[in-house]
């Protein structure tokens, strides 16, 4: 990737659909019927559509913070966060409506996300 205006841009748009999506599986979770939902699936996908819009609104909040993405960890950290929360709220999702397990996806996508911060905090400790 350059050094461009891209970058932030994607980010702040995959953020806001992201959280636009969360706010729908908000309603859906809120007002679909039990019989939708696998055996505790309502309270798992709710716990999904509030990371799924906590890491959105992050992504927003990164892709606004900067112009351009002026280190490689900032890029690798953001993407990863994107990634991750793809993939753990999407396997958890997966779970609570069909009451199958989506085998490591959910843990793969949340280590990505945990390392993914840990990859933010230490771009911004060497001053990235």
Partial sequence: MTHSAFPPRLFRTC???IVACGVIMGALTA???DTA?????RTMA???MEMQMWQGLALVGLGLGAERF?????RIGT???LLGTLLFCGAVYYTAFTGHHAEHVAPTGGSMLIASWLCLAFAWA???
Avoid at 37 to 41: E, H, L, R, S, Y
Avoid at 70 to 74: D, E, F, N, T, V
């Fill in 15 to 17: 953020g806001a659909l």
């Fill in 31 to 33: 007002h679909l019927p």
């Fill in 37 to 41: 939902f696998a055996t505790g699936g």
């Fill in 46 to 48: 709710h716990g999904a």
């Fill in 70 to 74: 002026s280190s490689r960890l900032l």
């Fill in 79 to 81: 993407a990863g966060i």
């Fill in 126 to 128: 060497r001053g990235a």
